[in-house]
């Protein structure tokens, strides 16, 4: 659904996103993730026709988002961050002009404004003027708009930036439930939202892709850093003659459990997931396994390895 | 062509839906009103042959009613959309840049007539006071709304240009003054070297544009002048477009 190819966009004395490529497939929910000032906004605004590329190709269903630009921009729903609405509208009105405004037919614009009332929750507040809705009543008016078009693909740019959690949870169903109609490509920074919503991550950092996986393949990508936890009742001699003959454990720590147990640190060499091993090695001894455990990398830890200054890491 | 009207509809909507529109509305009706107390006070004098609306172009009131209006009417066609960001989600729906120029451009044109409408009340006044039937002449009213129009269009198009140059209105306006005023003082400068036989001076006079209006206030349409104005007209509105189109330069 969207190809990007060495996309590169210089402002005046400053390159915003350099040599960035990924693509997304028909039907899936992507997350664009990274802090501020990464491209996220600029990579959405390039995707949404918006702004040019300086570099690169941005094809979105085939069509490449400059040449075809009025074309693609029937088959996006965008929804930019800050969601800009007009405030002096009514929010019936207001889907009514957007949906005229896409292209759709006078009867048709009617029938999908109530389908994306309906579906947003909008219902009740058809007839009040955007300008006295709450921010989380606007956000949905600003999804109902991206949507009304019933376009293939929807861009959204933070679309859960400053809403209370409830409203949050509100919007991350309501993007779950257009994922097998649609294809999402959705900008954020709060990351286990995002961890719930999405398919795949698209990691940027100053510019730059850091990761682009899903977030299994990015626990493999972390699994280096990983460790498994075996509390295991057995001498501490016999356990460390075990850990130092095991070549797949590049570095071990013991230390003194509850009872007869200790806690042991196991670092895998590869990326390797220790577990079965230990499993097998405890059964065969007639050791107590009391805990097994592989740390899981939440999104967040993920998200601070890959985007720390590099000063920070030496 | 459904994404102009929808774009026009919205354009005008807001200017009658806002506090600003009636505002506008207000302060020309204002003016429109004071410059009527003027006219009847030259009508009181001596005769005058000359039509009611060649009397009215001739107080200060016509091109002070234009210079003021047309920036306070074009300052939030772009700007206010920049500014609040819709410009973004405007830009980003399947409509062409021009359809976007010229549905505003149409919207405050529109607007900007509907200002002008009092001035026919004003004069239907005249006659019904005055008994005379010669008072209001349709041809004379037609040909003067024409050049209001013509007029009204080319500062239209130069305040959408100043609009589309900045995200504030405030600079929006104060551009558009200045666009307006020159091309007043530009009829001043004319008039002062009207006795030159330079063709510098013969330039300037085809830019009088404010003195060009004096003949379609006499019920004279001058082809000279109507082309002149369309065009230059055109030629904002073509700049304006480039303007827009601009952001999408690489």
């Known amino acids: 659904m969207i190809e990007v190819a060495n996309l590169t966009k210089r402002f005046a004395g400053r390159t915003a996103i350099s040599n960035v490529s990924f693509e997304v497939k028909r039907g899936e929910i992507v997350g664009l993730l990274g802090p501020n000032g990464a491209g996220k906004s600029t990579t959405m605004r390039i995707l949404a026709c918006y702004l040019p590329a300086s570099s690169g190709m941005v094809h979105v269903a085939g069509l490449d988002v400059f040449r075809d630009s009025v074309e693609v921009r029937r088959r996006i729903g965008y929804m930019p961050e800050n969601n800009p609405l007009h405030p002096d509208m009514r929010v019936r009105e207001y889907l009514k002009f957007r949906a005229r405004l896409k292209g759709l037919r006078r009867r048709t614009s009617r029938e999908r404004v109530d389908t994306v009332m309906e579906q947003c929750g ?73 961890e719930m919503t999405c398919n795949r991550f698209v990691l940027l950092y100053e510019g730059r892709i850091q990761a682009a996986d899903t977030p299994d393949g990015l626990q493999r990508l972390m699994s280096g850093h990983s460790q498994v936890i075996a509390e295991i009742a057995a001498p501490q001699a016999d356990l460390e003659e075990c850990w130092m003959q095991m070549g797949e454990i590049e570095h071990f720590d013991i230390s003194p459990a509850q009872g007869d147990y200790f806690r042991c640190a196991l670092t895998p060499r590869d990326g390797l997931d220790l577990r079965p091993l230990i499993f097998e090695l405890a059964r065969s001894r007639g050791w107590i396994l009391r805990e097994l455990t592989r740390n899981r990398h939440s999104l967040e830890d993920i998200f601070v390895q890959l985007t720390k200054p590099e000063s920070e890491e030496e | 062509m459904r994404a102009y009207w929808t774009l026009t509809w919205r354009e005008l909507g807001a200017y009658f839906l806002s506090l600003t529109g009636y505002i506008i509305i207000a302060a020309s009706l204002f003016l429109t009103g004071l410059s009527f107390i003027d006219l009847l006070d030259r009508l009181r004098g001596e005769a005058m042959p000359a039509p009611l ?13 234009v210079v003021l209006a047309t920036p306070v009417i074009t300052m939030r066609l772009f700007a206010q959309e920049k500014f609040s960001g819709t410009f973004e989600t405007l830009m980003t729906t399947p409509v062409s840049d021009l359809q976007v120029v010229l549905a505003k451009f149409s919207a405050a044109l529109v607007f900007y007539i509907v200002l002008w409408l009092p001035l026919v009340g004003c004069v ?97 349409v001058d082809t000279q002048a109507v082309v002149l104005m369309v065009s230059l007209t055109l030629f904002f509105l073509f700049v304006n477009l480039r303007i827009i189109e601009s952001r999408r330069w690489k």
């Open chain 2, 124 to 220: 239907l006044l005249v006659r019904h006071y005055s008994n005379d039937q010669s008072a209001f002449d349709s041809g004379i009213m037609g040909s003067t709304f024409l050049g209001i129009i013509l007029l009204g269009g080319l500062l239209v198009s130069l305040g959408c240009c100043a609009s589309a140059l900045t995200r504030s209105q405030v600079a929006a306006a104060m551009m558009g003054l200045a666009f307006g005023f020159s091309v007043l003082l530009l009829g001043f400068l004319a008039d002062k070297t009207a006795t030159h036989a330079s063709w510098q001076a013969q330039v300037l006079a085809c830019f009088a544009i404010f003195e060009q209006m004096r003949d379609f206030a006499r019920g004279m």
């Open chain 1, 122 to 194: 909008l219902t009740e507040v058809g007839k009040r003027i955007i300008g006295q809705l709450s921010k989380g009543f606007r956000q949905r008016v600003g999804l109902a708009d991206a949507l009304v078009h019933e376009p293939e693909l929807l861009i959204l740019d933070e679309p859960t930036i400053g809403l209370d959690p409830n409203q949050i949870r509100a919007v991350r169903q309501l993007i779950k439930g257009l994922a097998n109609s649609h294809t999402v490509l959705v900008s954020t920074h709060i990351l286990p939202e995002a």
């Open chain 2, 53 to 65: 609306t060649e009397i009215y172009f001739n107080t200060w009131w016509f091109p002070m009613i």
